[in-house]
């Protein structure tokens, strides 16, 4: 994908040796530098309303979007979120009110996790968008580097629901008749578990793109290899839509649903779907033997 | 303006009164907040192809401009600048050779501030855009609030010479005939200046948008008035090129010079135009007595 060698440009041109400088640019989900005594968090996400904003999506939600895929971000590095800014761009149509509910909406989050918005730019252009910007701190915080062989791969809630309900949207259905409407316009950050989980997890990462994205890049990142078992998948609030293929298709290769993917001893938030082994790449076990799983996910919409 | 009529409502939405958030949104230039035993200074600011970037402009100066526009902000705070965070969005058209351009540019600056980038996030969208955000420290900031009657009001730096150049590039100039080019194209943020001032100056911004908004800001925050002397303003470098009442216009109502303007007793970097006043307003002392300055600017191009 194109993103990814456009990342990997970015990582190389931006490299620094700095003691301060602990995890740079393009190593991981944030940044983390060292400021004073502290192990400051940072990371920057960009909401576009063509690829990003589902059809129907209200203000409110487009306020808490934007937020909540930065706290995601800060959550699969283990750090307790503080502060948030933002850049909005607002294009022809978006009046006062609209703008203020999205502002709305940001902040109902942020108070929920005790964040304070310190900080917007507003201007104008072609497409509404968001640029958000957090910034957090870490006792320990934890990257997609770290994975031992031996180790449990959890994962902290169920894939799928996002896209799935996209994927309703697209085909005709309303708000009201989606299977997980919550999942695809107010998805819940793991904020609280990202936090708990930094003080074991040797590895961890939110799953902004796909499982199989997160689970590459955790296994390429360690060294590693990973096994994902299929009779550990509970495909069931997908199969109840959807037929067992493609509902394991969402599962694996779907995102949108801010969940956190983690490697450790011990999945002390939600539960084991395999297992990190010496070697590399990524494997589902099926009852017909390994298959690959593939780098690629859904790229938004 | 509208853009003011939006940030209201965004201060008034993000409001916080916690012991840690020293200056929140929409407060000033830049957010700062205790973290650890640091102020830490916080800026976003985006920056959109149709409205901010020049035609002829090169891949390089766009990424120097991102970067330039933010380090300024925090120089106008009297931050030290230390990391940066950017997200870019791709039009069509834009190749990975004009991109790695962009970010090289972004890098040359960086380095010459000893400035780490981070962290970037890249999407794709209609229009070209690049929002920053950077992140300084700051033993002593200043803010636009602090002003005290009888102190002078200093400048770092003459003004107009971006707007003039861009006013010439509109009329069929070339690059090369420009009056200033490096003003437009790669304005230099005063970062070493913003740091220094920031021990004795009372009240400081940097000029986004016009001299006159600034001081009218400084003003009303400050709750002072502030008198411009005319007799102290230097037009040379403008009246080389247009008429005398054109460059006073551009002098007090045209942006995109990234001077700082600041109020202190003493003007150790740049020089005097004008004196705090007990009172309200902001105005320009000429020949024929007083003249408002007032709160317009050019909002870019």
Known sequence: MREFRLIDIASQIFRV????????AGDDDCAVVRLGSENVVLT?????????????IKPEEIGHLSLAVNLSDLAGSGAEPRYFLYTITIRDGIDDEFYKKILEGMKKLADKYRVAVVGGDTDFGDELSIAGFAVGVAKRFVTQKGALPGEKVCLTGELGKA???????????????????????????????????????????DISDSLAISL?????KSSVGIIIYEELLNLQHLTDFVDYEKALELYLYAGGD????YTSDDCSHGFVIGEVIKGEGVYLETENG????EFRGYSHM
């Open 163 to 205: 896209q799935l309900s996209l994927e309703q949207l697209f085909s005709g259905a309303e708000r009201g008749e989606l299977a997980y409407p919550e999942s695809l316009f107010t998805p819940e950050p793991r904020v609280g578990e990202g936090v708990e989980l930094a003080q074991h997890a040797s590895a961890m990462t």
């Open 216 to 220: 590459n890049l955790i296994a390429k």
């Open 44 to 56: 920057a996400d960009n909401l576009h309303e063509k690829a990003d904003f589902p059809p129907s």
């Open 17 to 24: 040796e700095w003691n301060d400088v602990l995890v740079g």
């Open 258 to 261: 801010y969940e956190l993917v």
């Open 290 to 293: 390994l298959k690959e799983v």
